[in-house]
């Protein structure tokens, strides 16, 4: 870049999957396109989803999809109307790529490799003519005056690029190391746009008992999260615990739910239903059973038929049952309490990891203030949103994955 670069038609924020696909979109229909991203390559948080391997969208419904927005998700139909999830793999398909579905109709390409996305998206891009732009930062954009439709955007070292129409698409502040640092949230505050309150999504959680560190690598299958004020339950997933509490799909995909009942107190009480398969009466019939035909068994070798060994001493303690005792040495009081944890075994969360170790940002540009069927701003004619950068965010599943690409192609369109 210099200082009197040329005059683009559009000039595009971040090469992030949105961006790249806004890109891509707004070159295809003829127009002199420039992206400008401030890391020294493209797609960096895009490497990374799905563990590297790219986890692009979801075989959900229509209306699957925009449940997972939540609360006003229905803003997101255009989009994904314009670019649904069929159209998204048909794009990479007919580039050369095949793809993979997996359990909870998480869709991959064969190549389990997410480099294998990029590659594609940068071809388009240099096929397009899109010239692209490494290792600038945006400090701020100053928006058209009266009678002109120009913007001009302001980089390090006095450096200008005008363009007659911005998309921004920067990303969240989430995973700040790909370079998601929130610049977008702050030139939209600059240009009159509301910022909802940022909160991190998909993010492990803190739990206050230290014994919590004990059982660091554990992985739970199928159990349930039950939460009683207010009354939530979550379940169809695996639980993980860490060093420093609980972690996994059930709860990545469930934290934010979690995290905004923290706002009004310091801790939330939540079980563990370690069985679900069974209710409450069948777990008590089973086990009643048990102590009469396996007597003289060590009560901490029967519960390996129930839960990990590592997690035996910590039930036990907390049934207040000596681990050394057999089967028929242990009394009504204990059994019902080993029962009890069994079905609700207690976790007290008073925290979760910071935002920039969050895989999506939950909160951003307010819905409010961006067309939804264009992603133009409310505001500034010719400015539009696209992406991570935008309120509303969804569980994992390669939901926000192709919400990026269909904001992002919806914007590209500049209708």
Known sequence: MNKNSDMYDVAVIGAGPAGMMAAITASSNGHKVILIERNSSAGQ????TGNGRCNLTNTASMKDLLDKFGHRGSFFRSAFTSLSNTDLIEFFESRGLEFKVEEGGRVFPVTDDSKSILKILDTSMKHNGVKIVYNARLQSIKTPSRGKDIFKLNFAYNTVIVAKKVILAT???SYTETGSTGDGFRIALDTEHGVTPIQPGIVPLKIKESWVKGLQGITLEDVRVIIRHPKMVFEGGNLLFTHYG???????????KII????DKDRIELYLDLKPSLTME????????????????D????????????????????????????????NKKERNSIINLLK???LTVNGHLPIDKAIVTCGGVSRDYIKANSMESNVVDGMYFAGEIIQGCAPSGGYNLQQAFSTGYLAGLLS
């Open 171 to 173: 990303g969240g502040a």
């Open 344 to 346: 609700a075994f207690p």
């Open 246 to 256: 609980i972690s996994g799909p059930l709860i990545l995909d469930n934290s934010s």
């Open 45 to 48: 948080k895009l490497l990374l």
């Open 260 to 263: 905004s009942l923290l706002e």
């Open 299 to 330: 009560v901490k070798n029967y519960l390996k038929l129930f839960v990990p060994n590592r997690m035996i001493p910590v039930l036990l303690k907390l049934a207040e049952t000596d681990p050394k005792k057999k089967m028929n040495q242990i």
């Open 282 to 297: 069948e777990l008590q019939s089973t086990m009643l059973g048990a102590f009469e035909t396996h007597g003289k068994t």
